[in-house]
Structure formats: structure tokens, C-alpha cells
DNA sequence: TATGCTTTGGTGACCAAGTCACCAAGGCAC
DNA sequence: GTGCCTTGGTGACTTGGTCACCAAAGCATA
């Protein structure tokens, strides 16, 4: 039991000994391969899905037929939205799809009523995660109308970058991340080298003047 | 019993009697003056509020001083989004702001708690509201990245005119609401008027050619 | 290995929208 | 009335998004 995947939730591991046992007994841990599409628009989410393993992007598509991406969900995480939803009986209207090799608790909705009925921290958890969620909708809005996109881009190179300094990402990828068109992480790339701050490849950025990027990030007031 | 202020609220009138009792015990009815401001970043919500009267802007102040326009909330809705920072004993981000006089049901934090534990009704409107606000933060974000201004306001001031086709706000007022700069706006109305569908005077817009920017807003590929 | 297709990235021209600086007219307080 | 503040208008300029291309890199396969 001291093993449980519960303790990698924060606002879990609180929850006394008989609601943790219905916890696992009412989930499964299931695994998919990245890639693949977790859950879509016009398909009722039914299992809250809390993160063990891996990373979810979650995006929109526009009526024009575009994607607006919305948030990235980690290990640790929980993909609570798609919980109003199950509640609520009404379908979502954002897709979420697996960026790696996911593994993940995943609570059928009898277990989550049950338990948002019966424990006072499990609708803690829910209500925190709720919230963050939340905040971060507010927090990409704002940057969306206010901040510029060489900062927007250079925040999210610093973000993607894995340890040796390097985002395996396509141009392209970049521009749906940031809401914006390819030309434009392109030129702003472009303008990145010119400074000395990236080196391109084929399909990677290399991170070689973080300084420059952190310092252009924090000339904005910006935050995170 | 029968006309109480809960079957203004589709979702509740299907609450069993013993727990309508206890909401209706347990909250209580405010209002407030047109300006007042209702909740703002910082300060912990206490209550979740139920609309009865009037409307409640919500908005966020940016970290560089500016205001986006988040949502509004209308008579017969929740300013649900609080909940999750009541529950999760966090603050808000967002400033909720009484557009006109307002009325509502104030339901304190307890008996909130109380009724998402008792009542599977409850906590079906609750997460059904959820979905709502959380569907038009998506849809906003898309607004936001892929339609134009003109397309944007044109929406905008169908929404806001009272039956007279009247709309009381200064460009500046329209400006925040699209997450825009008042010269976007005063530019956006001179074209609407050159091609007769709106009629200026201080601090109001008279839209006079209604079916031109229904034209506009449905021509590209819009909805609601 | 040559041939062609697809993916990725680069570029110039153009348009939409945000920013800045400034001015003019309307309304209000005194 | 006089001055002040709010509201709206305008031109010049920058940033960002769109469109139409093209070139180079990778890949399949004949």
C-alpha cells in the first residue's frame, strides 16, 4: 500500500485508509502508446484521468479548421476538465493526445462521484486542480493579447528545451503551440540566431544563449 | 415553497425537498449596487454566488496593468469559477465587477460543501456550469487567436444593444471587452458607419443596420 | 544510385492590428 | 465663463499574420 501511485498525488496522499482502498480498488492503470488521441470532441470523457507517466497536450480546433493549443498536462497531474464534463454529462470540446508514452490512473466516473461524495479531501484535490487549471486559462489569455511573440517564443523554447539545451520541435509545432503562424517562429528564429542564442537544425532548436532568451523573457515583467 | 429562487435555476428544480430546504436555510439573498466590486484577486471567496438580477463582468488584470475581458454573467447563472478557489482555499486571479444592480443567492462555503457531499443534483449543476464557462474560455481563446476585429465587434455589439439597438459604452469600454486598443475600435466604428450600419454619438452606438453585421459576423464561418 | 515525393524551412509582398503621439470636441465643476 | 477631464479621431510606424512561392533535406523505391 506504502507503494501506491496515490502518494504521487500531493493532495492524496491525506486521504484516510478506506477511501484510498476504494481509490484503487474503483481505478485501473492503464498505458498508450504517444500519439495516441485520449480523448476527442463529441466523445464523453468517462474516466478522470490522473498522470503517472508521460505528458498530454491539449488543443482546440477552430471552426476555420485550425488548433489552438490550451495546456500541457504532466506527470503528477490530473486532466481535470475533462471531470465537468463526465458530471456533467455534456461532451468536450477540446481534443487531448498523448505526446509520449502515457501511463495513467484512470477513475471511472461512479468511483469519482462516489468519492467527491464521501471525502472532503478528494474534493480538495479536485477543486485545487480545478483551480490551477483554470488560472493557467486566464494566464494564456492574457499572454495571447499582451505579450509579445519573440518573448512568448523564447519562454517556451526555455520550457521545451531538454537538458543538453535542445527542443525537438518543427517550426510548425512552435506555431501551434504559440497560436501562430509558422513564418512567424521562422523570422523570430531567424532574428534568435542572429543574436546568438539559438543554432538551427532540421526539425530542433539548440538552446545555446539561455541567458539572452531568460533576459528577454524577464525584460517583459513577465512571470513563470 | 413553490416560488422560491431556486426554479429560477434549470439545473435545481430537480433538487429533492430536504436539500432545497437546506440550500434555502443555508444561503441567503444580497444585493448589490451597480460598481461594487463583487470579488478580486487576493481576497478568498467565501460564497458562491447564484445570479438572480442584473449582470457580473469578470476580468482580469494583467501583469502589465492592462484588463482582458474574461466573461459576463447573467441572471439565472453561477459565478461558478469561484468555487474551485473556495474549495481549494486559493485566491483568484479574476476581479468580478457589478455591471447594473445586482441580486443574487449567496451560498456560503459550508453549505456548499454540504450539498456537493449530499446531492448527486447538485453536484450536476455545479459541474455542468463548470463545463459552460470552461467551453467559453475555449471559444473566447479561438476568438482571440483566428477571427478579425471587425468580425469580433460586429459580434459584439449585437450582444450589448438593449431593444432600442442601442449599446452604452465608450470606445475605450469596447476596447477591453475585445481585448483591444480604443483606436482599433473608434477606426472599426467609422468603417461600420460609412457603410450605414451604426449611428455614433458619446458614450453610445446605435446600430442602425442590424442585418449588415449579422452578414459580416455570419460570414465568417461564426457561431452564436 | 538516380528519381521523384514529402517535409521542413526561408523569403518577399502585402494586410490587419496594436502602439504612440497628439489634437479636438463635449461635458462637468467651480 | 474658465479650466479640466473624458471621449473620440487621426497619421505614422511597428508587429504579426497571410499568401505565394521556392529551396533544401530526407525518404522511398525503381
Redesign the pocket.
Known amino acids: 500500500m506504502e507503494d501506491s501511485w496515490i502518494d504521487r498525488f500531493k493532495g492524496l496522499s491525506r486521504l484516510p485508509d478506506d477511501i484510498r482502498s476504494e481509490l484503487e480498488k474503483g481505478s485501473q492503470i492503464v498505458s498508450v502508446p504517444a500519439g495516441t488521441q485520449i480523448f476527442a470532441p463529441g466523445q464523453t470523457a468517462d474516466n478522470l484521468l490522473l498522470l503517472l507517466e508521460g505528458t498530454v497536450r491539449v488543443q482546440q480546433k477552430s471552426e476555420t479548421g485550425?488548433e489552438v493549443f490550451l495546456y500541457r498536462v504532466h506527470a503528477g497531474e490530473s486532466c481535470v476538465l475533462t471531470t465537468a464534463c463526465m458530471l456533467a454529462f455534456e461532451d468536450y470540446s477540446a481534443d487531448g493526445i498523448a505526446e509520449t508514452d502515457v501511463s495513467a490512473a484512470a477513475i471511472p466516473r461512479r468511483t469519482f462521484d462516489s468519492l467527491v461524495a464521501k471525502s472532503p479531501v478528494f474534493r480538495e484535490f479536485v477543486f485545487t486542480a480545478y483551480s490551477r487549471r483554470i488560472t493557467d486559462l486566464f494566464t494564456l489569455i492574457d499572454d495571447i493579447?499582451?505579450?509579445?511573440?519573440?518573448?512568448?517564443l523564447a519562454a517556451r523554447l526555455l520550457e521545451l528545451a531538454d537538458e543538453a539545451g535542445v527542443v525537438h520541435?518543427?517550426?510548425?509545432?512552435?506555431g501551434t503551440e504559440?497560436?501562430?503562424?509558422?513564418?512567424?517562429?521562422?523570422?523570430?528564429?531567424?532574428e534568435f540566431?542572429r543574436r546568438g542564442w539559438v543554432e538551427?537544425?532540421?526539425?530542433?532548436?539548440h538552446v545555446t544563449g539561455r541567458a539572452g532568451l531568460e533576459r528577454l523573457v524577464r525584460s517583459s515583467g513577465a512571470q513563470a
Open positions: 485550425r493579447v499582451f505579450q509579445r511573440m519573440d518573448v512568448r520541435a518543427t517550426h510548425a509545432v512552435l504559440l497560436g501562430t503562424a509558422r513564418e512567424v517562429i521562422s523570422r523570430t528564429l531567424s540566431h538551427q537544425s532540421r526539425g530542433e532548436v
